[in-house]
């Protein structure tokens, strides 16, 4: 294979099929991702969790319990694979993770499209976010010639804290 491993950009799950039951999880860790002849990695998408909000049954916190359930099923996706990637995982956000592979530094970062359902989440979340890049080109500095940034959204205004930050990171 010409691919040392792939990356999913999330939305999994199907809330409006699976009323983001952790069984759908599964099954697509299971059959579609765990069929993949490289190891994978999945950041997560807004029908993840946030759309997951009245989906499951008897639960008050849908939006908790849906994280937890991606968590569990999702984190560390590639140890079920034998690989020699130097993947770097984020502590306490353990979602986002970097690689420095082939003089490329390749990051994964948690960031959803949708409505912000949770300002201060929100916002602790995008700093995370940049703060682990920032310091990942600061250990790596001089190692590579190329940055990756990959995520499940793509840029947009409730993004702007974050993408200005890197902006100014990157351009000084």
Not at 61 to 90: C, G, M, S
Not at 128 to 150: C, M, P, R, S, W
Request: proline share 4%; glycine share 4%.
């Amino acid at each position: 294979y010409d691919a040392d491993f792939l990356f999913h950009a999330g939305n999994q799950m199907r809330p409006a099929a699976s009323n983001c039951n952790i069984m759908w999880n599964k099954f697509m860790r299971d059959t579609a991702l765990g069929k993949s002849p490289v190891p994978v990695f999945i950041t997560p998408g807004e029908n993840d969790y946030v759309q997951c909000r009245g989906k499951i049954e008897d639960s008050d916190n849908d939006v908790e319990v849906a994280w937890e359930n991606w968590k569990h099923t999702y984190l560390h996706l590639d140890k079920r694979w034998k690989h020699n990637l130097p993947v770097v995982y984020q502590e306490g956000r353990e979602e986002n993770f970097s690689i420095l592979t082939k003089r490329s530094l390749i990051f994964s970062v948690h960031m959803i499209n949708g409505p912000v359902y949770d300002e201060g989440e929100w916002a602790d979340r995008h700093l995370d976010n940049y703060n682990f890049i920032k310091e990942q080109l600061e250990t790596h500095a001089g190692e590579f010639d190329a940055v990756v940034i990959l995520s499940h959204a793509k840029p947009e205004d409730t993004h702007r804290d974050f993408w200005s930050r890197m902006t100014f990171t990157i351009v000084t």
